[in-house]
């Protein structure tokens, strides 16, 4: 492969995430790092380049379109990783994963479509492999803290009981304003993608929590005794009712049994092999009355229940599914483009209570704490940190990585060894708590 041009290629810049995750790289890349800003639309694209005034280094511009593959091909074949915003990932995603496992480009996404994912692994992960790509998606909120957060839970249990983790569990709570609807804290590029699976009827995802482990045997084992269950329930450890995750309680335990399959293989792994992962959202966010949390759980719950009921026996969702779902999609979350106020972006966050107990009962307890709405801000701060991760561009030990390359989570990716990247993007783990 000729000589790469540039240390990373943003792809996407021109949309609401693309503008968030633009302003962070202008923030953080160093002196003299090569960059470029990409997409279809060059006017829109030159109208970013004020925002990066202040920057170590201005970044270039380039064109390209998912649908014409050598335009994709020459873009990554000129980089040495790629963050891609521009989804639906089911429409616009191939090319550029397909190109970036040839090339051995590193890839980074923000994919809620898990049966894209999975599509992926099956046709370009020995490609990626062999190449020395990371391909990641799912790279933003979802799940990134929240499959860090399982890595290093079941980590700190090892470390401190000797023992792997049996069962993980992370409670996931939305802070800052009031957020009145879930759509107040979401993004509109998941709800989107979610909606595009079910315009096809794609229903793997919302049925099976091992859609991404190629491992035959471990996938059945995880099928048979962790399927999903988006009961609503009371915790008294969270003081408030838990509800399914939103808006899609299908996007990150895949992830993160794709990791425990992708640590199977190590002796240093700390997750036992029938490790179970339980995650749950506080409503507290959305009421502060126990009767009114439990109306919006029970909602959500229903909602998320019916949606499985809904899948025919040749996997796919039936017409009322669909039609079902996409009403709750309408409601959880906003349309494409759209994003709250800078007041919302800078003073929203979340945060995580993790959980890991061994098969003898032992149990160790973490937090971690996001600062920046979950959906465009938390997202872009990650995303862009793990660009540069990837890149080589900090200079504070990230550049220390598990040497592991395919179709990757975030966890089995970067490991333990980012978080001071994470504590850029406004991440911060609390071991202990």
């Not at 898990?114 to 992926?120: K, P, R, S, T």
Request: aromatic share 8%; hydrophobic share 45%.
């Amino acid at each position: 492969m000729a000589a790469q041009k540039f240390d990373l290629v943003l792809f996407g810049a021109t949309g609401f995430t693309g503008v968030q995750t633009l302003k962070h790289l202008v923030q953080h890349v160093p002196s003299g790092f090569k960059w470029a800003i990409a997409g279809r639309n060059e006017a829109k694209l030159n109208a970013l380049l004020p925002l990066c005034a202040d920057a170590a280094s201005i970044p270039a511009i380039k064109i390209a379109d998912s649908a014409d593959v050598k335009s994709v091909e020459k873009l990554v074949a000129s980089t040495r990783v790629l963050i891609q915003l521009a989804g639906p990932y089911g429409t616009h995603g191939e090319s550029f994963v397909a190109a970036c496992a040839k090339h051995g480009t590193h890839y980074l996404d923000l994919s809620g479509e898990i049966g894209w994912v999975a599509d992926m692994i099956e046709r370009h992960h020995e490609t990626a492999v062999a190449s020395g790509a990371k391909i990641i998606p799912v790279c933003g909120f979802e799940a990134l803290p929240f499959d860090i957060a399982a890595l290093m839970i079941a980590d700190t249990l090892k470390a401190q009981t000797g023992e792997l983790a049996a069962s993980i569990e992370v409670i996931n709570r939305f802070t800052g304003p009031p957020a009145f609807r879930p759509r107040d804290v979401l993004s509109g590029g998941t709800t989107a993608s979610i909606k595009a699976m079910l315009d096809v009827g794609e229903a793997r995802a919302f049925s099976d929590p091992a859609v991404l482990v190629s491992d035959a045997a471990r996938a059945a084992m995880i099928r048979e005794r962790h399927p999903y269950d988006f009961r609503a329930r009371y915790s008294d450890e969270a003081g408030a009712w838990l509800a399914p995750t939103v808006p899609a309680p299908f996007v990150n335990p895949p992830v993160i049994y794709r990791t425990m399959s992708l640590f199977a293989s190590s002796r240093s792994s700390p997750f036992a092999r029938d490790c179970g992962y339980v995650e749950a959202m506080s409503t507290k966010s959305f009421a502060p009355f126990a009767l009114a949390q439990r109306v919006i759980a029970e909602m959500l719950s229903r909602s998320f229940i019916a949606m499985g009921a809904s899948i025919s026996r040749d996997g796919k969702l039936d017409r009322m599914g669909r039609s079902a779902a996409k009403t709750v999609l309408d409601w959880i979350g906003p349309n494409t483009g759209q994003g709250p106020s800078e007041k919302h972006l800078a003073e929203s966050g979340y945060t995580l209570r993790m959980r890991a107990t061994s098969a003898s009962g032992k149990t160790v307890s973490a937090r971690a704490k996001a600062s920046g709405h979950p959906g465009y801000r938390s997202t872009a701060m990650l995303v862009a940190e793990a660009g540069l991760t990837l890149a080589g561009a900090a200079a504070d030990g990230c550049r220390v990585l598990p040497r592991r390359s395919g179709v990757l989570t975030p966890a089995s990716a970067f490991g333990t060894s980012a978080t001071a990247a994470w504590q850029r993007a406004g991440l911060v783990f609390t071991m202990g708590e």
